[in-house]
């Protein structure tokens, strides 16, 4: 063999080696683009799933307590919690929920779920164990007094482990704070946002009992934010404004870990669905997303509430 041959030789060698390379380098990261699409996929089902079996118990009473009116009794409030209520971009902690001053990365509101157990038969002593919270706990309990809930708060918040931002959640037995240690339910959750379908109310306005076009028909007529039902200076106009909650629309935009995309580049996302429900003024419906080579979903659905959030 001559010199030339064998620089020949080498040469084809080398392009062969560098072909297989470049295969193998493009099949590995197409594995981890499929492998990441599907863990984000999983993660959306899980997430809906999850907050759809909350909405849906939220407002739940005990047969004993539905079937009864609310009385003068001694110890109970004449205007208690809404069943359902939230915050617009907010920080969750063990004993209070405040707005949210600044975020790095990611965005969320603060949604607060909260049922009643119920009694496996009355006189029982015992709950049927059939309303589970965020967390997959039941309770063996029924209730007190008609007033007596259990909570589910979900918020967004770095995780402990990696800082990579997480839906989490707090759990009370009592329904208000303290809530029990946080617990994660799905990691890679960047944008985390909740609109709240009302029957009958006028943002930010107390509800007028003569205005006929107001009159509750249990059909959500618009989407609000939760800053939006608040009545300035009116504790008892903004909890009648969380009773007249009929449906939840739900966005949220979850992400891979870094380098799973295929082509790295900055995207404009709407977690709500689009103009019709995103606006400047709600922090992060409209939402870019950094050019970072993650995969990102999003993930959007309305849950109609089953029970009636009333007195």
Same mark, same amino acid.
């Given at each position: 063999?001559?010199?030339? +041959?064998?620089?020949? !030789?080498?040469?084809?060698?080398?392009?062969?080696?560098?072909?297989?390379?470049?295969?193998?380098?493009?099949?590995?990261?197409?594995? %981890?683009? /499929?492998?990441?699409?599907?863990?984000?996929?999983?993660?959306?089902?899980?997430?809906? @799933?999850?907050?759809?079996?909350? $909405?849906?118990?939220?407002?739940?009473?005990?047969?004993?307590?539905?079937?009864?009116?609310?009385?003068?009794?001694?110890?109970?409030?004449?205007?208690?919690?809404?069943?359902?209520?939230?915050?617009?971009?907010?920080?969750?902690?063990?004993?209070?929920? %405040?707005? $949210?001053?600044?975020?790095?990365?990611?965005? &969320?509101?603060?949604?607060?779920?909260?049922?009643?157990?119920?009694?496996?038969?009355?006189?029982?002593?015992? $709950? @049927?164990?059939?309303?589970?919270?965020?967390? &997959?706990?039941? %309770?063996? #309990?029924?209730?007190?007094?008609?007033?007596?809930?259990?909570?589910?708060?979900?918020?967004?918040? +770095? *995780?402990?482990?990696?800082?990579?931002?997480?839906?989490?959640?707090?759990?009370?037995?009592?329904? #208000? /704070?303290?809530?029990?240690?946080?617990?994660?339910?799905?990691?890679?959750? +960047?944008?985390?946002?909740?609109?709240?379908?009302?029957?009958?109310?006028?943002?930010?306005?107390?509800?007028?009992?003569?205005?006929? #076009?107001?009159?509750?028909?249990?059909?959500?007529?618009?989407?609000?934010?939760?800053?939006?039902?608040?009545?300035?200076? @009116?504790?008892?106009?903004?909890?009648?404004?969380?009773?007249?909650?009929?449906?939840?629309?739900?966005?949220?935009?979850?992400?891979?870990?870094?380098?799973?995309?295929?082509? *790295?580049? !900055?995207?404009?996302?709407?977690?709500?669905?689009?103009?019709?429900? *995103?606006?400047?003024?709600?922090?992060?419906?409209?939402?870019? !997303?950094?050019?970072?080579?993650?995969?990102?979903?999003?993930?959007?659905?309305?849950?109609?509430?089953?029970?009636?959030?009333?007195?």
């Amino acid at each position: 063999m001559t010199l030339v +041959e064998l620089l020949v !030789a080498m040469t084809l060698g080398l392009l062969i080696t560098l072909a297989a390379t470049a295969s193998l380098i493009a099949a590995r990261r197409g594995f %981890t683009t /499929v492998d990441a699409a599907s863990q984000l996929r999983d993660n959306a089902r899980f997430a809906t @799933d999850l907050i759809q079996r909350l $909405a849906v118990q939220s407002g739940y009473k005990d047969v004993s307590i539905a079937a009864s009116k609310r009385g003068n009794t001694v110890g109970i409030s004449a205007d208690p919690d809404p069943y359902v209520y939230g915050f617009d971009n907010a920080v969750a902690s063990r004993t209070s929920v %405040t707005a $949210a001053s600044s975020r790095s990365s990611y965005f &969320g509101d603060v949604l607060i779920l909260r049922s009643q157990p119920t009694e496996t038969f009355p006189g029982s002593g015992k $709950a @049927d164990k059939g309303m589970i919270d965020c967390s &997959g706990f039941s %309770t063996e #309990t029924p209730p007190a007094n008609r007033d007596d809930t259990r909570a589910s708060v979900l918020f967004v918040s +770095e *995780s402990s482990v990696d800082g990579e931002p997480t839906l989490k959640c707090y759990r009370s037995e009592t329904g #208000t /704070v303290p809530f029990a240690s946080a617990v994660p339910l799905i990691r890679g959750v +960047e944008n985390f946002q909740v609109l709240y379908g009302v029957d009958g109310v006028v943002a930010k306005t107390a509800i007028d009992p003569t205005n006929a #076009t107001l009159k509750p028909d249990t059909v959500p007529d618009s989407y609000l934010r939760a800053d939006q039902l608040t009545v300035t200076g @009116d504790d008892a106009a903004t909890r009648a404004n969380w009773r007249r909650v009929r449906s939840l629309r739900i966005g949220m935009v979850l992400r891979s870990d870094i380098g799973a995309a295929q082509e *790295s580049k !900055a995207k404009t996302l709407y977690p709500l669905g689009g103009p019709g429900f *995103s606006s400047t003024e709600d922090v992060g419906t409209i939402y870019t !997303a950094p050019a970072d080579g993650r995969l990102r979903q999003v993930v959007t659905f309305t849950v109609h509430l089953r029970n009636d959030q009333g007195l």
